[in-house]
C-alpha cells in the first residue's frame, strides 16, 4: 500500500480499478527503473568535470627525437577535444597511443581502449595524424627549445587552423627561429613572409602577456582555459603556465624546464614559492581544484649545480613538492593532486658533473642494462615513497605518483587506482587506465542490484487478480491480464502503455502462462 500511495503521489494518481493500477504501477515502475539506470550509468562513467585525461605525447628530454616533451589534456571523457602543453612530439606521440593501445587489447585480458582512440584497417600513420587533424584544437608552449617545439614543426604541413600559445618571446623565438623559411617553411599565420591566412596556416599564433591572474586566453571547442602564467629560471625565457577550466573549476600546473645552474637554488625557490602560492590561492578563493602538477626531472640524483643548467635532480623535485606543501598551506588542499613527473632525459652521457655517489650510482646502473630514464624513474619512487610530502596523498606511490611512457594514457582522476588487467606475459597492466576503477565497478554492482530488488518489488505489488492463474492451456488465453493487454490503445482514454512495455506484459505472460 506504501508503495502504491508513493508512486500515486509522484505519478499524478491513478484510478483504483486494475486496468489504472496496472497501468499507472508499471508505467511509474518503469520510469523509476529508467531514472535509476541513468543515475547509475551516468555516475559509473568519468564525468565531464572529474578531472582530465593526459595522454604522454613524449616524457623525455634532451637526445630522443621522437618522444620529447608533450602531452595532450582533456576534461572531456566522452569525445575528448585536447591541447598539447609542449610539443616536442605530435604525430609520433599519437603513433605510439595508438600502437600502446592496440597491444594493451591484445596481450591484457578484459582491456578495453577509450571509444576515442583511433582504430580500424589504416596505418598507423595515417591514423596518429587524422587523431591530431581532429581531436586537437591547439597548443600552449613553455619555450621555444626543440625538444618542446619539435613536433609543432613535423606536424605542420597536414594541419590547418592550430592554435599556438604563449609568451612574447616564446613565440618570436619560433617565428624567427623554426618557421622562417629557412629552417623549415613558414606556415603560419600571422606572417610577413607568406599569403597564408587564420584558415589555411598550420598554426595561428596566440600571444599571450604572462601574469599571475587571468584568465589569459579560452580554447573554444576543448574549454579548457590559460588561467595564469609565470616566467621561470632557464637558459632562455621559460613559462610555468596554470591551464584549466575555470579558477572555480579544476587546473593542472604545468612547468616545462625549471631548476637552478643559471641562478642559485635560493633564487629558484623563489620562484616556486611565488608560483605555488599565486595558484594554490586563486584557485583556493574561488573554491577550486588543483587537479595535477606536472613537473621535470631531468638529471639522476647527485647532479652538481652548477651542471643543471636550469633542470632538477629527484632531490630538488622533491624541495620543489615540499614548497607546493608550504606555499598552498592555508588556502588549498593538495591530497587528491597528482604528480606527474616530465622531461627525464632518456642517456647517461658521461659522469662528468655528479657527484662521488651519483657517478656510482650511475655506473651500476649501466652495468645492469639500466637506462638514464629508468634510473631517474626508480630514484623519484624510492624518494617519494620514503619521503612524502606532508600534504600529497597517503598512497602517493603508486596511485598519485605518474612516470609516463609514450603513448600512456593518464586518468587524472579524484579516484585514480586503475583495475589490474591479467597480461598474456603473467604480469598485470593498470598504467594505461580506461577509467575503469574499483570504485566505478562497485557503483555499478549496486545500481544493477537496485534495479533487480526494483523489478522484484514491482512485480510483487502487481494486482494479484491481473496475474496469471494455475489453469489449462485452453483458457490461458482468457486471463484478466491477457483481456486487459487485449482492449489497451494506444489513444484509449485512461492509462496508457507504451508500445515497447505493452509487448513486453504480453511476452511475460506468454512465458508464465502454463
Known amino acids: 500500500m506504501c508503495i502504491r500511495d508513493?508512486?500515486?503521489?509522484?505519478?499524478?494518481?491513478f484510478e483504483s480499478d486494475n486496468l489504472g493500477a496496472i497501468g499507472g504501477l508499471h508505467s511509474a515502475f518503469m520510469a523509476a527503473v529508467l531514472r535509476t539506470?541513468?543515475?547509475?550509468?551516468?555516475?559509473?562513467?568519468?564525468?565531464h568535470g572529474d578531472g582530465f585525461i593526459a595522454v604522454s605525447l613524449g616524457p623525455y628530454g634532451g637526445i630522443n627525437g621522437g618522444a620529447t616533451t608533450g602531452f595532450?589534456?582533456?576534461?572531456?571523457?566522452?569525445?575528448?577535444?585536447?591541447?598539447?602543453?609542449d610539443a616536442g612530439s605530435?604525430?609520433?606521440?599519437?603513433?605510439?597511443?595508438?600502437?600502446?593501445?592496440?597491444?594493451?587489447?591484445?596481450?591484457c585480458n578484459g582491456y578495453k581502449s577509450p571509444s576515442w582512440v583511433p582504430s580500424g584497417p589504416a596505418p598507423d600513420d595515417d591514423r596518429a595524424l587524422s587523431f591530431l587533424v581532429n581531436r586537437t584544437e591547439g597548443a600552449v608552449v613553455t619555450h621555444a627549445h626543440l625538444d618542446h617545439t619539435a613536433g609543432l614543426v613535423m606536424a605542420s604541413p597536414n594541419l590547418r587552423g592550430k592554435l599556438l600559445v604563449g609568451s612574447n618571446g616564446t613565440l618570436n623565438g619560433i617565428r624567427d627561429h623554426l618557421f622562417n623559411n629557412v629552417v623549415w617553411p613558414d606556415l603560419c599565420w600571422p606572417s610577413p613572409t607568406t599569403s597564408s591566412t587564420r584558415e589555411t596556416a598550420a598554426w595561428v599564433y596566440q600571444s599571450v602577456e604572462v601574469a599571475d591572474t587571468g584568465p589569459l586566453y579560452k580554447f573554444k571547442t576543448s574549454n579548457i582555459q590559460v588561467l595564469a602564467g609565470w616566467s621561470v629560471p632557464h637558459t632562455e625565457p621559460?613559462?610555468?603556465?596554470?591551464?584549466?577550466?575555470?579558477?572555480?573549476?579544476?587546473?593542472?600546473?604545468?612547468?616545462?624546464?625549471?631548476?637552478?645552474?643559471?641562478?642559485t637554488t635560493a633564487q629558484w625557490a623563489t620562484h616556486l614559492h611565488t608560483i605555488f602560492t599565486d595558484s594554490c590561492g586563486s584557485l583556493g578563493s574561488a573554491g577550486g581544484r588543483l587537479v595535477a602538477i606536472f613537473i621535470e626531472v631531468s638529471y639522476p640524483s647527485g647532479r652538481e649545480t652548477s651542471?643543471?643548467?636550469?633542470?632538477?635532480?629527484?632531490?630538488?623535485?622533491?624541495?620543489?613538492?615540499?614548497?607546493?606543501?608550504?606555499?598552498?598551506?592555508?588556502?588549498?588542499?593538495?591530497?587528491?593532486?597528482?604528480?606527474?613527473?616530465?622531461?627525464?632525459?632518456?642517456?647517461?652521457?658521461?659522469?662528468?658533473?655528479?657527484?662521488?655517489?651519483?657517478?656510482?650510482?650511475?655506473?651500476?646502473?649501466?652495468?645492469?642494462?639500466?637506462?638514464?630514464?629508468?634510473?631517474?624513474a626508480a630514484q623519484v619512487s624510492g624518494l617519494l615513497t620514503n619521503s612524502r610530502p606532508s600534504c600529497l596523498a597517503t598512497d602517493l606511490v603508486p596511485n598519485w605518483l605518474h612516470l609516463p611512457e609514450q603513448g600512456q594514457i593518464l586518468n587524472l582522476t579524484t579516484d585514480p587506482a586503475p583495475v589490474a588487467?591479467?597480461?598474456?606475459?603473467?604480469?598485470?597492466?593498470?598504467?594505461?587506465?580506461?577509467?575503469?576503477?574499483?570504485?566505478?565497478?562497485?557503483?555499478?554492482?549496486?545500481g544493477l542490484a537496485l534495479c533487480v530488488f526494483g523489478a522484484v518489488v514491482g512485480f510483487h505489488y502487481l494486482p494479484r487478480e491481473l496475474l496469471p492463474r494455475n489453469r489449462s492451456?485452453?483458457?490461458?488465453?482468457?486471463?484478466?491480464?491477457?483481456?486487459?493487454?487485449?482492449?489497451?490503445?494506444?489513444?484509449?482514454?485512461g492509462p496508457k502503455l507504451s508500445p515497447h512495455l505493452h509487448q513486453d506484459l504480453v511476452a511475460v505472460h506468454q512465458v508464465t502462462a502454463p
Not at 543515475?39 to 568519468?46: D, E, G, Y
Not at 595532450?72 to 602543453?85: D, R, V
Not at 605530435?90 to 596481450?107: C, D, F, N, P, Y
Not at 636550469?310 to 606555499?327: F, I, K, Q, R
Open 6 to 13: 508513493s508512486i500515486n503521489a509522484e505519478y499524478g494518481g
Open 72 to 85: 595532450l589534456l582533456s576534461n572531456q571523457q566522452a569525445s575528448p577535444s585536447f591541447i598539447a602543453l
Open 238 to 263: 621559460t613559462t610555468a603556465w596554470l591551464v584549466g577550466t575555470s579558477y572555480s573549476g579544476q587546473a593542472v600546473l604545468f612547468f616545462g624546464d625549471n631548476g637552478p645552474g643559471l641562478v
Open 421 to 446: 588487467f591479467v597480461c598474456n606475459s603473467g604480469e598485470s597492466s593498470g598504467s594505461s587506465d580506461n577509467g575503469v576503477t574499483p570504485g566505478r565497478i562497485l557503483l555499478v554492482t549496486i
Open 307 to 376: 651542471s643543471l643548467y636550469g633542470h632538477l635532480t629527484p632531490e630538488l623535485m622533491l624541495s620543489a613538492l615540499d614548497s607546493a606543501c608550504a606555499s598552498c598551506v592555508n588556502s588549498l588542499s593538495l591530497a587528491k593532486t597528482h604528480i606527474v613527473i616530465i622531461h627525464r632525459k632518456p642517456v647517461f652521457g658521461s659522469t662528468s658533473g655528479f657527484n662521488a655517489s651519483g657517478a656510482a650510482a650511475i655506473e651500476q646502473a649501466i652495468a645492469s642494462g639500466m637506462s638514464a630514464s629508468a634510473l631517474i
Open 90 to 107: 605530435l604525430v609520433s606521440g599519437a603513433l605510439a597511443m595508438i600502437q600502446r593501445e592496440e597491444g594493451l587489447q591484445k596481450q
Open 473 to 493: 492451456t485452453d483458457d490461458a488465453e482468457h486471463s484478466p491480464l491477457l483481456e486487459f493487454l487485449s482492449h489497451t490503445k494506444l489513444n484509449h482514454p
Open 37 to 47: 539506470m541513468l543515475m547509475v550509468l551516468a555516475a559509473a562513467s568519468p564525468t
